[in-house]
């Protein structure tokens, strides 16, 4: 019985994760106010705003598994080359934990590390577009990268970056970490899709 109580919640999760993330979103942004007063202006805050922007740039992207579905029949042309436990893996303890990990870094560390979720929102973003470039039309995501993401980011990076005591390694570590996350998702989804290929017929 707890297994089957345990695969319906994980099968309940793995559909309506961005919906819970839409739910926190919405939280920490109703909390802002109280915790923005002991910040200086713009410093933590610019940090703190990733994790929700990135939370309801989820729900335009995910919801109704529309990327997935997007980048496997217009870019990968294979059904299930985008699991769907890659996405929740990639969207989840990935982009949820660093973004978190940032922002304690930000604040308990120095400043200049909240970078690392700055730019990972600057590279989404400029991703979104360069796909929709490619594809000649919109990509599931797009709208929140364009109309959150770019100008959250550029905000961030106007603000963090001329600080006192920002250092060039913790932006080109945010920056790499950045590109290296991308990077790794499309060596992944390479890979399977190698394999997908090379897999005996009716195997």
Do not use: C
Not at 85 to 114: E, K
Not at 136 to 151: S, W
Request: charged share 10%.
């Amino acid at each position: 019985m707890l297994r089957l109580v345990s695969i319906a919640a994980k099968l309940w999760f793995y559909k309506n994760w961005m919906y819970a993330g839409l739910i926190a979103a919405l939280f920490l942004l109703a909390v802002l106010p109280l915790l923005a007063g002991d910040w200086s202006v713009g410093l933590l805050v610019a940090v703190y705003l990733a994790l929700p922007a990135y939370m309801l740039h989820q729900v335009e992207e995910h919801a109704g598994d529309r990327f997935r579905r997007y980048v496997n029949r217009r870019i990968l042309h294979m059904p299930d080359a985008l699991t769907t436990v890659a996405v929740v893996v990639i969207n989840v303890p990935l982009v949820w934990g660093v973004f978190l990990a940032a922002l304690y870094l930000a604040r308990f560390v120095a400043v200049g590390w909240g970078l690392i979720a700055v730019y990972a929102m600057l590279v989404n973003a400029l991703v979104h577009i360069a796909a929709a470039i490619v594809q000649r039309g919109y990509n599931p995501g797009l709208a929140t990268a364009v109309l959150v993401f770019l100008p959250l980011s550029i905000w961030g990076l106007a603000t963090i970056v001329p600080l006192p005591g920002v250092t060039a390694l913790q932006q080109g570590i945010g920056l790499g970490l950045a590109l290296l996350v991308h990077v790794g998702i499309v060596v992944h989804v390479r890979r399977r899709v190698r394999m997908l290929r090379e897999r005996p017929a009716g195997g």
